[in-house]
């Protein structure tokens, strides 16, 4: 589905919202969703779960954005779920504005600005040592060295030395934070146009079986509490998840900002 903070950013620009667009789509989301659709043509929502009044107004998002969801009716289906590819793959070719990132820790550049503060792609690339050892997810193969670009390989170090510390190996294992997509790829974003952060080196997958690109925070294990201090560990070194972002491609963190 839309993440939460698009969804409060839309209510917000629509009058609905005031609180903070912060992720956290609590009560006065949840108000703000209902009163939005009574308002703007749907009063029948007025008797709607929350949870069928927020997926009302993300159909309601996309038809506006001119992905056809079907009726505004708050329940999911095919039509909703492929107008739900088309924005996320939207998403990867756009940047958003400063105000939508602001939360984000500015350590990195942002995507934009990637070739001027890393270089051209498919450079500066080298082995990195990793403090616990990966399985690469298409063969099972057990790895101890990732290849990166020079500039983040401390970083990932450290992130990944301080999950081995707080799991610890059996945990990690059982998490599947020990399973690795890769770093390194030199291709484009994923329904989209432009080349991809794991072009540069600065982006690492984890568990796309269990975390897979369509998939929102109901069913991507990187969405489970046990997994937030694993992804807060990458938030402190600048990186950013964009399952947590953009509620899509649990799987992926990147040194650079949208």
Known sequence: MIDDRSIQRALAAKGFYVGIADGDFGAGSKKAA???????????AADWTDARCKIGF?????????????????WSGPQLLA?????QNRLRDITPPAPEIAHQNPIWPRQGDVPAFFGPKTQNLIPVA????????????TVQRMRMHEKVADSATRVLGKALAHYGMDQLSALKLDVTGGCFNDRVMKGGSRPSMHSWG??????????????????AWLARTACRPFLDFWEEEGWISLGRERNFDWMHVQAARL
Do not use: C
């Open 202 to 219: 600065i982006a690492i997958d984890f568990d796309p079986d269990h975390n897979q690109l369509r998939w929102g925070r109901e069913k």
């Open 34 to 44: 209902r009163a939005a659709l009574v308002a703007l043509g749907h009063p029948e």
């Open 83 to 87: 107008a739900l590819e088309k924005w």
């Open 58 to 74: 993300q159909q309601l998002m996309l038809t506006e954005a001119g992905f056809d969801p079907g009726a505004i009716d708050g």
């Open 130 to 141: 990793l403090p616990y050892p990966m399985k690469l997810a298409w063969s099972g193969e």
